[in-house]
């Protein structure tokens, strides 16, 4: 299994079919000081809390969880929701991803199955000339995103790490998510800082999103629970378009929940990866 973690495909192709089949509708992806702590923040120092949020995930174990992620440029907007387990301690998941009914409303794409490794996304029914037994395998560090995008779902463990670069924080109340009290932070991270505090798995990806971002620095909403544990949080990216060179706003919600829920995921044996060409795909077909 480890050989095949580290088994990068053909990062080329692949990773720019990817991100275009993802992103569709909207065009191809081109894929300061301290915190400031609120006053009576149960649990310390907002920065520190939110710091250390990853930690608390990773010693839980595993959970279940569902993704959003919407999608703004040029007066289209996009949602692509996921859905499926994670493993926080051996960095594996499984999620089916939704994608949204093609332009004109009438054909609906089928799920796209993703494995989520340290290092690499595995796709299947991924299209574009696919066999539909085949898998399509992307080098997570070779994304401009770091693939907090161009999955489509974020990586719900790189979703909390890019918490370890916090630099401004604010606890703004006491509130439920799905029936469970939460403690609500908002503020904003650096993925520069965040990549250098990350687990090794991470650290390369979120440098690479640092470097591909139009921006280095994440807005983001947080719910923690009384253990720490993330239960929800919100990040919002923006990059530029490859083609049209615009700004593509993305946000992207995490929700996490029934922690210490069972986690079997098995990837692809190298027999069963794609090792042909993506067909391009114009834009709005799948």
Not at 57 to 70: F, K, N
Not at 75 to 93: P, W
Not at 120 to 149: C, E, F, H, I, Q
Request: glycine share 12%.
């Amino acid at each position: 299994m480890a050989r095949r973690q580290r088994r990068f495909g053909r990062a080329g192709a692949t990773v720019a079919a990817a991100g275009a089949a993802l992103c569709a509708g909207l065009g191809a992806c081109g894929c300061s000081g301290g915190g400031a702590a609120a006053q009576g923040a149960p649990g310390g120092d907002p920065v520190a809390v939110l710091r250390q949020a990853a930690d608390r995930l990773v010693a839980a174990g595993s959970s279940q969880a569902r993704t959003s992620m919407e999608m703004a440029s040029g007066g289209t907007r996009v949602t692509i929701r996921g859905e499926g387990v994670y493993d926080f301690r051996e960095r594996l998941g499984r999620l089916k991803v939704l994608l949204p009914p093609d332009p004109t409303g009438v054909n609906e794409r089928r799920p796209i199955t993703e494995l989520l490794a340290p290092g690499a996304l595995y796709m299947k029914n991924r299209g574009a000339g696919v066999p539909a037994d085949k898998w399509v395998r992307v080098d997570t560090a070779s994304l401009s995103d770091g693939n907090l995008v161009t999955g489509g779902a974020t990586d719900p463990l790189a979703a909390a790490e890019v918490l370890r670069g916090t630099r401004t924080a604010e606890y703004a109340g006491r509130t439920e998510v799905a029936g469970t009290r939460v403690r609500h932070y908002r503020g904003t991270a650096d993925l520069s800082d965040a990549a250098r505090g990350a687990s090794a798995g991470n650290r390369n990806p979120l440098a690479a999103a640092a470097r591909g971002f139009a921006t280095a620095e994440v807005p983001f909403d947080v719910y923690l629970d009384d253990e720490g544990r993330i239960r929800k949080i919100r990040h919002r990216f923006s990059f530029v378009n490859g083609r049209e060179r615009d700004t593509v706003a993305v946000a992207s919600t995490t929700l996490l929940y029934d922690f210490g829920a069972p986690v079997a995921v098995r990837l692809p044996d190298d027999a069963d990866i794609y090792a042909g060409k993506i067909a391009e795909e114009p834009d709005g077909e799948n």
